[in-house]
């Protein structure tokens, strides 16, 4: 599994269920990067979505202790070993996680990599992504130059790979 997510200068990624920011740049690579594949999620990013509905072009796998929880267009997984039951034979590189701040938590350990924009500057977040730059088993493998969006916000790409599942 691969994280894909944007963070602030203290990996803050979001305040009541929305990101502080918009990059379009950003939003397109996200797609790039996603579409044909499988997107892992909680509910209250599906929730967060427009329309609340699921990325279209991609298998949407929401994660929820709701056992009542149904969408349409989307499977459900009660818990981590479910999941991974759902995604089992899946190519590692198609397989996305995209939030929230609990789903990044329980399941980052799980990935052999991290697509990481660091969005410059501090944000008022209530979420987080774990930060990969403390974590031992994770290390850079590539940066981006800078990039500065239309609306001038300025970010860089990193790729992080997670050293215990690459050994």
């Known amino acids: 599994m691969i994280s894909i ?5 203290n990996w803050g990624i979001g305040e009541n269920n ?4 918009k990059i379009p740049g950003e939003q397109l690579f996200f797609k790039e990067k996603t579409y044909g594949g499988i997107v892992i999620m909680g509910r209250k990013t599906l929730e967060s979505l427009p329309g609340g509905r699921p990325l279209e072009g991609r298998r949407n796998i929401v994660m929820t202790r709701n056992p009542d929880f149904k969408k349409d ?9 479910v999941l991974l039951s759902l995604v089992r034979g899946e190519d590692s590189r198609n397989v996305f996680l995209i939030g929230g701040s609990q789903i990044y938590r329980l399941l980052t ?3 052999r990599e991290a697509y990481i924009t660091k969005v410059k500057g501090k944000y008022d ?3 987080y992504h774990p930060d990969l730059d403390r974590d031992s ?3 850079i493998t590539d940066v981006s130059e800078e990039i ?3 609306n001038g916000i300025a970010y860089t790409r ?3 790979e997670n050293i215990f599942l690459n050994r």
Do not use: F, K, L, N
Not at 5 to 9: E, F, S
Not at 18 to 21: C, E, G, L, Y
């Open 148 to 150: 500065v969006s239309s």
């Open 158 to 160: 990193y790729v992080y």
């Open 5 to 9: 997510v944007a963070v602030d200068r």
């Open 125 to 127: 977040v209530d979420t």
């Open 109 to 111: 350990p799980y990935c």
């Open 137 to 139: 088993d994770w290390h």
């Open 73 to 81: 267009g989307v499977e459900i997984a009660e818990s981590p070993e």
């Open 18 to 21: 929305r990101m502080p920011w």
